[in-house]
């Protein structure tokens, strides 16, 4: 089983849907949340990121962490054609050690890909 | 500020043959972390670089290798290619490498276009 779960869709909404993407962990030391954007032929580009339960607002995109159940999830408000893209989950492992916290490597979900049609 | 560039985008390559790809970082960064992408296994972690030693390292062979210079730019070689080593190959760059100890603030990774590889 992988450590991060996402549903990798596709997903096709039309244009001013509100779009929900998610992510599932098994693994409670993930304490660091982020949501990449990965447009075709491009690279994944930083959309958010949270390090806290509940809900992360910037603009039409709202990040939600709920670490009781190990659940994350993307909204997107009033969507368009050009989100449509493929959307990717991934998430930092926490350390504590003397002298600080420190965060490991990106674990990223499969991705889930999102068409919004006019 | 320019991103990250990687070079070249594209690449067509016979098994057996090796490859090296370049990657460098956002002006400042000194971390360089690489990443494979396929379609059935997604994003997995390669190794990440600092200060041109290797302070990470995946779940892949060893003919996966790297290094960085002192610049901060880093190549990445994949010796004795296989069928299964097509895949999009990411390189992405940060000021602080993972596991480094932090008061709680930590700096997020940037993304190149990537380098396409198919091996015939």
């Known amino acids: 089983q992988k450590e991060v779960e996402q549903d990798p869709g596709p997903l096709s909404v039309p244009e001013g849907a509100i779009v929900s993407l998610n992510c599932t962990y098994s693994?409670?030391?993930?304490?660091?949340f982020m949501w990449y954007r990965q447009y075709s032929r491009k690279g994944p580009e930083l959309l958010m990121y949270?390090?806290?339960?509940g809900n992360k607002e910037d603009g039409r995109f709202t990040a939600q962490v709920d670490k009781s159940s190990k659940y994350i999830s993307l909204f997107i408000r009033d969507s368009q054609p050009s989100d449509s893209a493929t959307y990717l989950c991934?998430?930092?492992?926490?350390?504590?050690?003397?002298?600080?916290?420190?965060?490991?490597?990106?674990?990223f979900g499969q991705g889930t890909i999102l068409t919004v049609h006019p | 500020k320019a991103g990250v560039t990687q070079t070249p985008r594209y690449l067509i390559k016979t098994r057996g043959q090796q490859v090296t790809l370049s990657c460098s970082p956002i002006s400042g960064h000194r971390s360089v972390s690489w990443y494979q992408q396929t379609p059935g296994q997604g994003l997995q972690f390669l190794f990440e670089?600092?200060?041109?030693?290797?302070?990470n390292k995946g779940n892949f062979p060893g003919r996966f290798s790297g290094r960085q210079f002192s610049n901060s730019r880093s190549e990445m070689n994949v010796s004795t290619l296989e069928l299964g080593d097509s895949a999009l190959y990411l390189c992405a760059s940060s000021q602080t490498p993972i596991n480094t100890k932090t008061s709680g603030f930590t700096y997020e990774q940037y993304f190149g276009p990537g380098t396409r590889l198919t091996v015939t």
């Open positions: 693994n409670s030391a993930f304490q660091y």
């Open positions: 949270t390090y806290s339960s």
């Open positions: 991934a998430m930092r492992k926490k350390r504590m050690n003397a002298g600080g916290t420190s965060y490991g490597k990106l674990t």
């Open positions: 670089y600092f200060s041109e030693t290797q302070r």
